[in-house]
């Protein structure tokens, strides 16, 4: 499957009509990219996310990157915390994390809609507030029915991007994420990707575990094609630029969306086809750390009401 997030996102570059790739200028940031900055977009060890045990560890970004998208809207989302306030994914990791650790456990099975509402409080509710409380409820019930309550423990084992990215998606729906083009099937699996690479990631730092994330191929979101665009790697022609610059919402598989998120992916397996001893997963990371440090961006990202990213 992996690989067919690659060839079919491949399919929707090479035959785009509102989105293309400047290569010109891709090939100029590629000679700047300094392999040393590299790196999981989590080893920083965010509001000490790593003094858990691993098991906690794993079975909590289960839950998280089931969530872990859409945080947009007017007014944004955001949470006070004791670094000042946070707003996206980093409010949604504080919120879960002080949560699960105020209660020494990782289990959701029965918390109720309000108490979720109540972890996830801030100034404004966060977008698809119930949409995210359901599909955690449901994640739990699979794991306490499929997996005898403890997703770790059913894949401390598996080392390798492929396998364990078939058991997410055949386990868990709330990761299915397939558009169509040109009457066409196109794969992007976000979410689960961003799970199985968060996985062997922490394996490998944390156990030193000898794991596989190189099929990987990038997680299409909204943060780094606007960061592409602001580096004039990716351009969109004059309808959909008046679109995202006048915040229009775009609909989930519209051909415009699917072309936005494509191209993203066509963009990472070229940087990672013309540097040696990388993944495309690192430079996924690469360019979403990338998104958060990049300052004065004055092109807005595309807004798609949608539960994939």
Not at 65 to 77: A, E, L, R, T, V
Not at 179 to 205: G, M, P, V
Not at 210 to 230: E, F, M, N, W
């Amino acid at each position: 499957m992996l690989e067919k997030i690659k060839e079919s996102c491949n399919y929707v570059a090479k035959n785009s009509k509102y989105v293309s790739i400047n290569y010109d200028v891709l090939d100029e940031y590629i000679q700047n990219i300094d392999l040393r900055n590299l790196k999981f977009w989590l080893s920083s060890n965010p509001y000490n996310l790593f003094d858990m045990d691993i098991d906690k560890i794993i079975n909590f970004m289960l839950i998280f990157d089931s969530i872990d998208y859409c945080f947009w809207g007017q007014p944004k989302w955001t949470i006070e915390t004791l670094d000042g306030k946070k707003d996206g994914c980093d409010a949604l990791l504080y919120a879960l994390l002080n949560y699960v650790k105020k209660v020494d456990k990782v289990d959701f099975s029965n918390v109720s809609f309000k108490e979720f509402s109540d972890i996830l409080k801030g100034n404004v509710d966060i977008p698809f507030l119930k949409e995210r409380y359901d599909t955690v409820v449901s994640i739990c019930d699979i794991v306490n029915k499929k997996m005898n309550g403890n997703f770790y423990n059913y894949i401390k084992n598996i080392n390798n991007d492929d396998e364990l990215f078939d058991i997410i998606i055949n386990n868990f729906n709330a990761f299915y994420d397939v558009r169509e083009y040109n009457n066409q099937k196109i794969y992007f699996y976000k979410l689960a990707q961003l799970l199985t690479s968060d996985i062997l990631h922490i394996k490998e730092l944390i156990n030193g575990t000898k794991v596989d994330y190189s099929h990987l191929v990038g997680c299409a979101d909204y943060k780094i094609p606007q960061t592409l665009r602001a580096l004039g790697i990716i351009e969109f022609n004059s309808e959909l630029s008046k679109i995202v610059d006048n915040k229009q919402l775009i609909d989930e598989n519209s051909i415009y969306e699917v072309e936005i998120r494509a191209n993203m992916i066509e963009v990472i397996s070229y940087i990672n086809s013309k540097l040696k001893n990388t993944c495309s997963i690192d430079i996924n990371d690469y360019l979403f750390l990338a998104s958060k440090s990049v300052k004065d961006i004055v092109k807005p990202y595309h807004l798609c009401k949608n539960k994939n990213y």
